[in-house]
C-alpha cells in the first residue's frame, strides 16, 4: 500500500484452488491465464471489514508470480472406486453407491423441507392468535437479539444488557425499530406453542435433552457436563429445552395437517444454486 508492505501481504508457496473464494475479490480473473514464472501487478481493493483499519477500503498492489499449476483429475467411476470411496457405509459397486447417495441426499432435502414448513405453520399460529406481550419482556427478547447481533459481529465480551449497578441497558430507537419485529413474532409463538404444549400433554424427556446436549458438545468440540453445567449458568438449557418442546409440539400439531409432496429443481427455489 503506497509503496510499502503491510502486515499478512506477503505469502511464499501459497497453493490457491481458483473459483472458492481463497482469494480478495478482484484478484483471480487477473490470475487466470497466466503461465508457470509469470509474474503480475494487481490491483485490488480491500474490503471495508479488513482488520487493518488504516488501509481497509483502499486500493493496495500485490506482485503474483506463478510458481506452478496443478489440475484436479477426476477419478473413474468403476465399482472398484465405490467400493473404496467411503470405508464406514462399504457401497458394494457403483449402482448401490448412487441408489444410497440418492436416497440420503432426498432425506435431507425432505427434513430442510419439512423444516420450513414447521416454521410456516409457527407463523400461521402467530397470526391467527394475536396476543399482547408485556413490554418488559419484549425489552428483554429484544437485548437477547442484540446480543446476539454483537457476537456475530466479533463483540464477544460485551454486555449489552446493563450497567455495573445491574440496571437495564436503555434500547436505541434504531435497535428497537430492526428487532422488535422479531422479537414480538418470537415471544407470540413462544407463548402460544408453550399453552399447546401444556393441552396435548408435550414433555421432553431427560434423555433426549442429554443427547441433544451431547449432540452440540460434538460439535462444539467439548466435554457434554461442562457444557451441561455453562449452559445453566447463562440460561441457554432452559432456552434448548424450550426450542425443544416447541418443536416436539410442532410436530403434535403437524400430525393433523395434510402435506402434499412436490418434486422441484433446486435452481427455481435458491438462487445461484
Known sequence: YQGQPFEGSAANGYVVELGTGQLIEGMEIPILGMVVDEEKIITVKLPEAHPNKDIAGKDVEFTVTVRGIQAKEMPELTDEFAQKADP??????????????????????????LSRVKGDLSDKIVDMNPIDVPDGLLD???????????????GLGQEPEGGADGEKAPISEEDRKLHSEGALKILRSEFLLDSLSKKLDINVKAEDLDAEIGNFAR?????????????????????????????????AVMKDVKLKEETVDRKSIIPDN
Do not use: C, P, Y
Open 219 to 251: 460439535i462444539l468440540g467439548g466435554n457434554k457436563e461442562k457444557l451441561r453445567k455453562e449452559w445453566e449458568k447463562t440460561g441457554l438449557l432452559v432456552r434448548l429445552h424450550s426450542r425443544m418442546k416447541r418443536d416436539l409440539t410442532l410436530d
Open 140 to 154: 428483554e427478547q429484544i437485548r437477547f437479539m442484540i446480543g446476539n447481533a454483537k457476537k456475530k459481529d466479533g
Open 88 to 113: 464406514e457405509k462399504k457401497f458394494k459397486d457403483v449402482a448401490d453407491m448412487k441408489a444410497r447417495l440418492r436416497a440420503d441426499l432426498e432425506k435431507t432435502e425432505r427434513d430442510h423441507a
